[in-house]
């Protein structure tokens, strides 16, 4: 089984300033993707960003980062020019690649970063 | 573009009564996952499904049954429930092979008094 922690309940940052937030996971498997998800109050699961395990190149999306470090099992997320509507949860989650016959295996989340960006 | 669709958004049950909760994915996907989140906590897997076969099962509780249809669509069945089991119950559909971005539907609040 895999595990996922993210040490930082809560952050808070003035609008336009550089943000990281840490995560860290645990797993024996060697395949996987890794995955950045933002659920504003609406509650609504949108994801931020996605890195596949056997890239070495950190995967952006615009403002949005990450620092993948494999050997370190660590994968953080940098919000630059943070805007007040990045402010919500984060939810950091893995998910292990299935090949045989197809099929899906669930995401495991961390408990969440409540980011919050003061104007 | 169409999106991953939740029927009911609010539901409210009593205890030992059962609910069902429907999923419909984005049209061609083949996956549904079904996530349960309690208040202030991270979302927990339950089940998926590939091609109406059950593929992965998480931390699904034996009163809780779900099933995928040939149109694709999914139900969460949940019964005999417990005040515990309140929470938001998102659905998520991806398409499997090609892509493996969950998109996440705007979930189910269940709340059981």
């Known amino acids: 089984a895999q595990t996922v922690t993210q040490s930082q309940p809560e952050m808070s940052v003035q609008e336009a300033e550089t943000v990281t937030l840490s995560c860290t996971y645990d797993t024996s498997e060697n395949n996987y993707y890794l995955f950045w998800y933002k659920q504003p109050p609406s509650r609504q699961m949108i994801l931020v960003i996605r890195q596949e395990a056997y890239k070495q190149q950190n995967a952006t999306e615009n403002r949005f980062s990450v620092n993948f470090q494999k050997a370190a099992k660590s994968f953080s997320l940098k919000i630059s020019d943070s805007q007040l509507g990045d402010t919500a949860m984060y939810f950091c989650?893995?998910?292990?690649?299935?090949?045989?016959?197809?099929?899906?295996?669930?995401?495991?989340f961390g408990k969440g970063t409540h980011l919050i960006i003061q104007p | 573009a169409a999106g991953v669709i939740q029927s009911p958004r609010h539901l409210i049950k009593e205890k030992r009564e059962t609910a069902t909760l429907k999923c419909y994915p984005i049209p061609r996907h083949d996956t549904v996952y079904w996530y349960q989140q309690g208040p202030g906590q991270d979302p927990q897997f339950l089940i998926s499904f590939y091609e109406k076969m059950q593929s992965d099962k998480g931390s699904i509780p034996d009163r809780f049954s779900a099933q995928q249809f040939s149109d694709y669509h999914s139900e969460l069945n949940m019964s005999s429930l417990e005040l515990g089991d309140s929470a938001l119950y998102f659905c998520?559909?991806?398409?499997?092979?090609?892509?493996?971005?969950?998109?996440f539907g705007q979930g189910t609040r269940l709340t059981v008094v």
């Open positions: 998520a559909s991806s398409l499997e092979g090609v892509n493996t971005e969950a998109f």
């Open positions: 989650a893995f998910m292990k690649i299935m090949y045989s016959g197809g099929g899906a295996d669930g995401l495991t």
